[in-house]
């Protein structure tokens, strides 16, 4: 006994009737799908299930794993404090991959709890089941601002601790999908709503969970979905199973995607380990890209490599080219991990004698000293991927109009408040979002008159 299956499940509210009170009908497809994979689980025989759930305590760099012998929760807060739901957690099993999780250093645990309750996210799949009578523990998980690739591994994780206590187990990833999906609904249209729906629901609906990990970040985002770390993480618990798919159902009324799926596992399948797969793809990209990198990113890469394997900053070398050495401008090192940004420092004017030495001090501060994010540990160093800006002089102008967000990054100041945003950002589309984003780095207030707008030209090398 292990992974026996699982669903993917939306967790609207207003599918419970006390909450819809009649707008339930309108996802009446839904309803019927839900109580077909609550079927499904009832018929897999469960001694726990193990739900993921965005509407549990999220950490941007830990998984939360909800302690305690159990919890409660009921729909008060959607005015329906009736319908109450109750879970008795699976403590052996939590504690057993916690040791898991805790031996490989890995970021997740029971720490941080900030609220015992039963979020919706959970209720709603348990609410299901209660109707099936489905009796058995539960582990709950919430989410995490990690890699998509962190997500899949904690699945693995999961699968590993089920298989060493023979626990028969089924995951429940509860997660909507896209919350754009129409300009009257509660969170308005983006294109990318519709796209990620119709490209969420054929992985989903054909098992091929390789997919899952190809979603950029930029797009998830502006789609506004909240269920794909979810599924990722019950993709990861069915790594190298061979598993029966249903498809049961697709819906958006509302504005917000409900999908519904169900898997059955049937056996193994050696060529269902996505994440190596994935991971294997990576590295010869990065291995190509390394190779391809010209002399300015080279000497950044090298700066940081040298500064967090030793101590020390890199020399600047005599070898390097003569613009590299002899001029001077303002540069910004910018750092990637997994597809999304792990460092950016820069100077708008240069402050040092040469562009490499602006290059070797940026290239650290960028890995080590933004305070957005933790410094670079050594093993990701093999990971990153590298970009460097070198800035031309700026110009004022008039307004808006002047600025082209792919040809210019645009600097936004009030007195002594300055902020800076490169050109021809992924998911900066328009001079209106980079203007935006350049005042909120600033502190400048949307209101705020006197506004100055300056714009330079970037040399960008990869």
Do not use: W
């Not at 707008?23 to 609550?38: D, P, R």
């Not at 403590?91 to 709890?113: I, K, V």
């Amino acid at each position: 006994m292990s992974i026996r299956g699982a669903v993917m499940v939306p967790h609207p509210p207003l599918i419970i009737p006390e909450v819809g009170r009649g707008q339930e009908k309108g996802i009446s497809a839904t309803t019927a799908a839900y109580e077909k994979a609550a079927q499904h689980v009832a018929k897999l025989c469960p001694d726990t299930v193990v739900v993921t759930t965005p509407h549990t305590v999220m950490y941007a760099d830990y998984f939360h794993i909800s302690p305690g012998r159990g919890a409660s929760g009921d729909f008060r807060q959607f005015r329906a404090k009736e319908i109450r739901m109750d879970a008795e957690y699976d403590s052996e099993l939590r504690s057993y991959l916690c040791r898991l999780l805790d031996r490989d250093g890995f970021m997740a645990g029971t720490r941080g709890e900030r609220d015992s309750r039963l979020d919706h996210g959970a209720m709603i799949p348990l609410y299901f089941l209660k109707k099936q009578n489905v009796r058995c523990k539960v582990l709950r998980i919430g989410l995490s601002g990690q890699s998509l690739e962190a997500h899949y591994r904690l699945g693995q994780y999961i699968s590993r601790a089920a298989d060493a206590l023979h626990r028969n187990v089924v995951m429940i990833a509860s997660g909507d999908l896209s919350h754009k999906l129409l300009e009257s609904g509660p969170y308005g249209y983006q294109k990318e709503g519709p796209e990620y729906d119709e490209r969420i629901m054929q992985v989903m609906g054909t098992g091929n969970f390789g997919d899952l990990l190809e979603f950029g970040e930029e797009f998830c985002e502006k789609a506004a979905e909240c269920g794909h770390r979810s599924f990722v993480i019950m993709a990861g618990a069915l790594d190298g199973k061979a598993v029966n798919v249903r498809r049961l159902s697709y819906e958006g009324p509302f504005g917000v995607g409900y999908g519904i799926c169900t898997y059955e596992v049937s056996g193994t399948d050696e060529k269902r380990h996505f994440l190596s797969q994935y991971e294997e793809i990576q590295r010869r990209k990065l291995e190509s890209m390394r190779a391809s990198e010209d002399a300015y990113v080279k000497l950044a890469r090298k700066s940081l490599e040298t500064y967090v394997k030793t101590g020390r900053k890199t020399a600047v070398l005599e070898n390097l080219p003569e613009e590299l050495r002899s001029g001077r401008a303002g540069v910004f090192v910018s750092l990637k991990l997994h597809g999304r940004l792990r460092g950016c420092i820069g100077t708008i004017s240069p402050v040092t004698d040469s562009i490499a030495e602006e290059i070797v001090e940026n290239a650290v501060s960028a890995g080590c000293r933004d305070p957005r994010f933790s410094p670079v540990r050594e093993e990701e160093l093999d990971r990153l991927v590298y970009s460097v800006d070198v800035l031309g002089e700026t110009e004022e102008i008039a307004s808006p109009e002047e600025l082209d967000v792919k040809e210019y990054g645009v600097i936004v100041s009030k007195g002594r408040k300055r902020g800076l945003l490169l050109p021809n950002l992924e998911g900066v589309d328009t001079v209106e979002e980079q203007i935006s984003i350049a005042m909120q780095k600033a502190g400048i207030d949307h209101m705020e008159e006197g506004i100055k707008l300056e714009r330079f030209r970037v040399t960008r090398h990869k």
